[in-house]
């Protein structure tokens, strides 16, 4: 089953996430919504005598960044399936927790973080990617207007981190502290050319369920109208929509 490449859309963003979260060669470092590896790799490499384990609730992503990292021969990573919400991590495990757009859909997130902040030992940090509002990035304000209006998911969305004010209440109440943001913007990547972003779009399942489920007329204008979209953003570096983020970072006392 092919599967949407997360990493290569957001290779740009990347750099400043792992610029952000320094990895140390003794780090132990915790990935959460890890997706198939790619950044819980790169903390390994980075790591060279310490250790990373990503999780996701995904079995289907977890099974694809083990075998990646076989193939990559990396002996210092792991990944489990896993909510890190409830997750029994071994208390003081980490020294470094990392997340990149995977921390948004808690359904409680006070009671997440603080049981990612009792897998950090004690000065050990958090550094995560979250998205600014939707109104703040082009991919949504796009592709909202002209089909996922109705594309709606129950519980918490991928904004639900976007308010600097309620993120930094939700941290302090699980007990962090030196909470600091600072923004990325930088072009979400969704392939070479129209056509191949097309493609990788179909990848996304609720993204395909949802030109499935529309009537036929309806469809075939949705299907041309998104090959005009994807066409217009053609650029020489494939087809980009800008986008704003913040990195968070904090601290355990």
Request: charged share 25%; hydrophobic share 45%; aromatic share 8%.
């Amino acid at each position: 089953m092919e599967l949407f490449d997360y990493d290569a859309e957001l290779r740009l963003h990347n750099v400043h996430l792992r610029a952000a979260a320094g990895v140390r060669a003794r780090d132990r470092v915790l990935d959460i919504g890890c997706g198939a590896g790619g950044t819980t790799r790169e903390a390994a490499r980075d790591a060279v005598q310490g250790e990373a384990l990503g999780v996701d609730v995904s079995a289907v992503m977890v099974e694809r960044a083990r075998r990646i990292s076989v193939e990559e021969g990396l002996g210092n990573v792991g990944f489990e399936v896993a909510d890190a919400e409830v997750h029994p991590f071994a208390a003081g495990a980490f020294d470094l927790c990392i997340s990149r757009f995977g921390a948004m859909f808690f359904a409680d997130p006070v009671a997440a973080f603080r049981n990612i902040g009792r897998a950090l030992r004690p000065g050990g940090r958090l550094v995560m990617m979250v998205w600014q509002g939707g109104e703040r990035n082009e991919w949504v304000t796009v592709f909202r207007r002209d089909l996922v209006a109705s594309m709606t998911r129950p519980g918490p969305g991928p904004f639900s981190l976007a308010d600097p004010s309620v993120t930094e209440s939700v941290l302090t109440a699980a007990g962090f502290t030196d909470i600091g943001f600072s923004e990325v913007h930088e072009p979400v990547y969704l392939g070479a050319d129209g056509a191949a972003a097309y493609s990788n779009l179909h990848l996304l399942t609720g993204f395909r369920a949802h030109l499935e489920s529309l009537e036929q007329a309806e469809g075939e204008r949705t299907r041309a109208r998104l090959r005009e979209v994807l066409a217009a953003h053609e650029t020489d570096q494939g087809v980009l929509f800008d986008s704003r983020a913040w990195i968070v970072t904090a601290k355990r006392p």
